[in-house]
Structures are given as C-alpha cells and as structure tokens.
C-alpha cells in the first residue's frame, strides 16, 4: 500500500473541466480531446489516481449532469442499471434486491458509505481493476453492456468488455451508458464471496455463483472468477463439473480446483503471491457455489 | 470556475480553479477547520461531510462538482451553544479521544440515525467502517451511537 506517497492533499495538475448536459455533448467532447480526456463520473477512482499522478488529463469530462444515465429499470431484457447508477442506489433499491440480489451483495463490500455514496458502476467497471467487485457478478449473470458513441449505440456481452488490465473494449470517443442484465431463471440461487486485506478493501480474491436445481441436482450453473487474472473471467471447466451432478462436497471441491487453476500469477503481484490466491480461489468459489445451492428453489 | 454553494445553510458564491477540492474549498476559504485532511485516498472518513443530505468525503470531491448543492459540516451540527444529541453522546461516553477523527464520526452517525433510527451493534460498525479512529477508541464509539439513538428516539 502507498499511502502519502505524494501529497494527496491537493490536485497535482490543472484541467479543463466540462460538463455535459447530453450524451451527445459528452461523446463529442470526448471525440475532441481523445486520449487527454477523462471521464468524471463519482470521482472515487479518478481523483486519488490524479492526486497520486497515475493518470494526468488535461481534460475532465464530468458526465453527471446527464440524469438518463444514472436511472435503474426493469427493461424487457432484465434489469437496465445506467452507468451512474451509484452503488449505494444498488444497494438501496427494492427492484435490485428483489430480482438482483447478487449485485446488492458485491454492492455492498465495496469500500465505505462514503465511498459507495459517490462510485458509480460504470466506473467501477471503466476502471477495468481486475478485482472490480462489480465486473465478477456481472460476468456470472451475463450482463450486457450498452455503449455510445459518434457511430451510434452498440451492445455487446460483458466479457468482451473487459481486454485486460485497465483496458476496456471501447473506441476512441465511445464512452459505456449502461448495462443490461438478464434475469436469472426462476428459482436461481446466488452468491458472492471476497477477502481483501480487509473488511472495505478491494478484493484480493472474489468469486460469483448462480445456480439453478432441478430434482436436487445443479442445473444451470456460472462461476466467475476476480482479480486473479488480467480481467475478471467466468470458468466453464468448472461450470462443467458441476452441472447435473448432487451439490457434494466432493463435487464442489472438484469444480472448485479448475477455478483456482485459473489463477494467472504476474510477476510483481503485491497484495498476495499466486499460492496464495490458489488456494484462496478454491476455498472461495467452494462457498460461493454452497451458499448459490442453498439460496436456490429446490 | 464561479460556483454555488449553501454550506450550513447559507448560500455562498465562489470563484474556484476547475481542480479545486471541496474539502480545500470549506477549510481554506471558508475556515471551517472542523472537517479534516486526513489520509487525502478515501481510506479514513476523516473529512467526512454531508453534500445534499448524504455522507461523502470531501478529498475526493471537485468543488465545481458540488456547485449549486448542499454541504453540511460540522459546525453546522450544533443548534447556536446548544449540541446536537450525537455530539453531547459522544461527550458522554467518552468516545473522544485525540478528536481528529470525530468530526468525521459524527457527520457519519448523523447520516447512520437519519436512515436508520435504531441501528444493532452491527449495523453500526458496519455503518461507520469508512471512519478511522487512530485512539482505537471505537467501543465508546459505538457506545455513544446506541445511546444517541437512544435520546433521539426516546
């Protein structure tokens, strides 16, 4: 951890700040300054990364002044939830609770109050942290997501979204405006798990679950694995192992081991070594997959 | 950037660069040196303050980005001489230590009883986890939420 490793107490660099009122207003704003700009959504991210001289724009685009963006619905797909859809909304929201609970369970291990009053879920994904604690159930539920830009709207799967380390599928002046996540079948049952250094730290580990059962047997069954690889990630091998089989612990632990197998060391990995993060992607993805069995209709 | 703002109930104008922070904002041209710099990453509450009613933290909010909202700090909390139940409970209960960090408590709790009136233990700790007490003072801390509550409620 660096903390104070420069002067956080104020902004480093100067900037040219804009704030559209329209989307189209953004994405030409965007199209103009390419790659000097910024987008400034809740801010949690993008300021101590500015302060710590990570990243140094010459333009901020803040985009809370276009309030479509921030509203969650029910759509025909699923659930819309629009980029600025802020966390604690999520987790506040009787529609999330009642149709998406997995996405109000990672809502809420995410740093505080404070912060989850402010950070959006488009940052949270834009940021493209492999341990985003939202990306992981978003790949577990197969969300899509909605991005715009001068060549119109485009729609594409969530795990295309995410190329890597920081680095999300979106052209120069496309920026995201939401995400649609279908719901899951009747009956579905699901659960995430994370350990970070603590309690509202980011996740050294995270994994989300959904299954279904059919006559005590797993169904329908995903599994995606966080922050253990240069983007979060779903594991079909262990989806595989699980699917039509009794929810054993023999069963359990089997699929678990191809999710730990997973794991992707680099080379400098500060927060924990790869031995680490195997053995703790097992035993998280073993109790994801327990609790999404026990919270599932039999 | 001229901006607008109404901070403890009065409407204030103000002429600011685009990389101004909220918490630089309150402390350095309006004095209020309740609010606190602390770790400047979003880590420790310290600088804590209400912007339209809900809890943030003002290191990492653009002034510009406040402009025409709300900010509540903590001068604002006591009612002239007399303090607020949240305040006179934390007195009470000891749960002042150095009191670098209680500022940012009490705007925190504030928020905590205005959503939840009658939190358990949990609710609280759980509440109250983006604010750092250094002293390691949080027993009393939680003590003087229950008995906040308490007094508020009753």
């Known amino acids: 951890m660096h903390i104070n490793r420069v002067n956080t107490h104020i902004m480093p660099i100067r900037f040219e700040y804009h704030a559209p009122a329209s989307l189209d207003e953004a994405v030409e704003l965007l199209e103009r300054y390419g790659k000097e700009?910024?987008?400034?959504?809740?801010?949690?991210?993008?300021?101590p990364q500015i302060k710590q001289r990570q990243t140094e724009p010459r333009h901020v685009i803040n985009i809370k002044g276009i309030p479509e963006l921030a509203r969650i619905k029910e759509t025909d797909g699923g659930i819309g939830i629009g980029a600025l859809a802020r966390l604690r909304a999520i987790e506040l929201s009787p529609l999330m609770n009642?149709?998406?609970?997995?996405?109000?369970?990672?809502?809420?291990?995410?740093g505080s109050v404070q912060i989850r009053n402010r950070a959006t879920i488009g940052g949270n994904i834009c940021n493209a942290?492999?341990?985003?604690d939202m990306a992981t159930p978003l790949m577990a539920l197969d969300a899509e997501v909605h991005v715009y830009g001068k060549g119109g709207a485009r729609t594409y799967p969530i795990g295309e979204f995410f190329l890597g380390r920081g680095e999300v599928k979106l052209d120069p002046g496309e920026m995201l405006t939401g995400m649609t996540v279908p719901l899951p079948p009747e009956g579905a049952g699901s659960a995430f798990e994370k350990v970070g250094w603590t309690t509202f730290d980011i996740a050294t580990v995270n994994v989300a679950a959904v299954v279904t059962l059919k006559g005590g047997r797993i169904d329908l069954c995903r599994v995606a694995l966080g922050a253990c690889s240069?983007?979060?990630?779903?594991?079909?091998?262990?989806?595989?192992?699980?699917?039509?089989?009794?929810?054993?612990?023999?069963?359990?632990?089997?699929?678990?081991?191809?999710?730990?197998?997973?794991?992707?060391?680099?080379?400098?990995w500060r927060r924990a070594p790869p031995e680490y993060r195997r053995r703790t992607s097992k035993a998280l993805a073993m109790d994801a997959v327990s609790r999404a069995v026990e919270a599932a209709g039999r | 950037m001229k901006i607008e703002?109404?901070?403890?109930g009065k409407r204030r104008r103000f002429d600011v660069e685009a990389n101004k922070l909220l918490l630089n904002l309150i402390r350095d041209e309006m004095h209020l040196t309740g609010t606190k710099y602390g770790c400047g990453i979003g880590e420790c509450g310290a600088c804590?303050?209400?912007?339209?009613?809900?809890?943030?933290?003002?290191?990492?909010?653009?002034a510009v980005d406040a402009d025409g909202g709300c900010v509540d700090t903590i001068e604002?909390?006591?009612?002239?001489?007399?303090?607020?139940?949240?305040?006179?409970?934390?007195?009470?209960?000891?749960?002042?230590?150095?009191?670098?960090?209680?500022?940012?408590?009490?705007?925190?709790?504030?928020a905590l009883l205005r959503e939840?009136?009658?939190?358990?233990?949990?609710?609280?700790?759980?509440?109250?986890?983006?604010?750092?007490?250094?002293?390691?003072?949080?027993?009393?801390?939680?003590?003087?939420?229950?008995?906040?509550?308490?007094?508020?409620?009753?």
């Open chain 1, 37 to 47: 700009a910024k987008i400034l959504a809740g801010g949690t991210d993008l300021i």
């Open chain 1, 98 to 110: 009642e149709k998406l609970p997995l996405m109000v369970e990672a809502a809420k291990t995410v």
């Open chain 2, 76 to 110: 604002g909390v006591a009612d002239g001489g007399q303090l607020d139940p949240i305040q006179a409970a934390y007195l009470e209960e000891g749960a002042v230590q150095c009191g670098f960090c209680t500022p940012g408590f009490i705007m925190s709790t504030k």
């Open chain 1, 129 to 132: 942290s492999p341990s985003a």
């Open chain 1, 230 to 268: 240069p983007a979060p990630i779903r594991v079909a091998q262990a989806e595989e192992a699980l699917k039509g089989k009794k929810p054993t612990d023999e069963v359990l632990s089997e699929s678990a081991a191809y999710v730990s197998a997973c794991v992707e060391p680099r080379e400098r």
């Open chain 2, 5 to 8: 703002l109404t901070i403890n």
């Open chain 2, 116 to 154: 939840n009136p009658e939190p358990t233990e949990d609710e609280i700790r759980e509440y109250l986890k983006g604010n750092r007490c250094r002293c390691t003072g949080y027993v009393n801390i939680v003590k003087a939420v229950q008995s906040a509550a308490k007094k508020i409620g009753g």
């Open chain 2, 48 to 62: 804590t303050v209400h912007l339209n009613g809900e809890a943030v933290l003002s290191c990492m909010v653009l």
